[in-house]
């Protein structure tokens, strides 16, 4: 099939992509990587009659660290985070979460703003910023403003996000002590969604005690989730085998998953408790200094 017609505009500038969004409001889409909205396009699933390309608007692009925060741009790329060697050392799970995400061809075009504004259910990006307790930053008429990542996303495929918004960047809280992280999924096949997935993210301080705990379950409820009661548990603990243990069973506790044809509701839950064990052991070792084989 073929996309209905639609007006192409490609503002270069922040302002005037939010002032063309609150001109033609509900009709206009943005296309920054196009990878969900154009296959939506081309089935007619979607029919916007204004299409806003954002691609040349140069203040989306890049990162930078400031205000103890790491700004990702709207216009970042996965395939950019997957490959950026500098952050792997103080942000490792963005790598990590990176090149999970569907192939090389998504990876390329897609990005990270793009797919949280999308909010899926199954978002592997979804599930990483929760566990990094990252806010998103939106810009609309009135200027901008950071959105709790807990926040945003309200319900399936519906961010907190005005319709004469844009999700402009994604900040991630710079860490203050050593830190390790794992994205950990199971697919049908290579590069499908998620049947189930969980990412870690961990900080210690100088004497291994834990000061920061994230854990965000992908493909496990309406919306990407946080295991709370798992982050609760763990601050203020060392990372032993019996506290990776008890950890492991309380993760799929905030879990809201469903039977279908993926797997069982059960089969889903273990699969949550397996990988939070397998992921703690590997960041306990990690953070001990020995070698993890992956």
């Known amino acids: 099939m073929f996309p209905n017609s639609f007006e192409y505009i490609a503002p270069t500038t922040l302002g005037e992509a939010v002032e063309l969004l609150q001109r033609y409001g509900y009709d206009a889409k943005l296309l920054a990587g196009g990878q969900s909205l154009l296959p939506m396009m081309k089935l007619r699933v979607a029919a916007p009659p204004i299409l806003i390309d954002i691609n040349g608007i140069d203040e989306l692009k890049g990162w930078r660290e400031e205000n103890g925060f790491l700004r990702i741009g709207a216009l970042t790329r996965h395939s950019e985070l997957e490959h950026a060697a500098e952050l792997r050392d103080r942000y490792p799970l963005l790598a990590e979460t990176a090149v999970w995400i569907a192939d090389p061809l998504v990876r390329n075009l897609g990005t990270v703003c793009g797919s ?11 599930a990483a910023m929760l566990a990094l307790h990252a806010q998103v930053e939106a810009v609309g008429p009135g200027g901008k403003r950071q959105i709790p990542i807990d926040d945003f996303f309200v319900d399936t495929f519906t961010p907190a996000l005005e319709e004469n918004e844009i999700a402009s960047a994604v900040l991630v809280p710079t860490p203050k002590g050593r830190t390790a992280g794992r994205y950990l999924k199971i697919e049908r096949k290579a590069g499908d969604f998620a049947i189930a997935g969980l990412a870690i993210h961990v900080e ?3 004497d291994g005690i834990v000061t920061v705990a994230g854990f965000g379950i992908c493909a496990c409820g309406p919306v990407p989730l946080r295991g709370k009661r798992a982050e ?11 506290t990776i243990e008890a950890v492991s069973r309380l993760v799929p506790e905030d879990s809201d998953p469903t039977d279908d044809l993926r797997g069982s509701a059960e089969y889903k839950r273990d699969v949550l408790r397996v990988f939070a064990k397998r992921g703690l052991s590997d960041i306990a070792k990690e953070l001990q200094g020995e070698v993890v084989l992956r």
């Not at 609760?232 to 019996?242: A, I, N, Q, W």
């Open 204 to 206: 210690l301080d100088s």
């Open 116 to 126: 949280l504004a999308h909010a899926d259910p199954a978002s592997d990006w979804g």
């Open 232 to 242: 609760e548990y763990l601050l203020g603990k060392k990372l032993t085998p019996e």
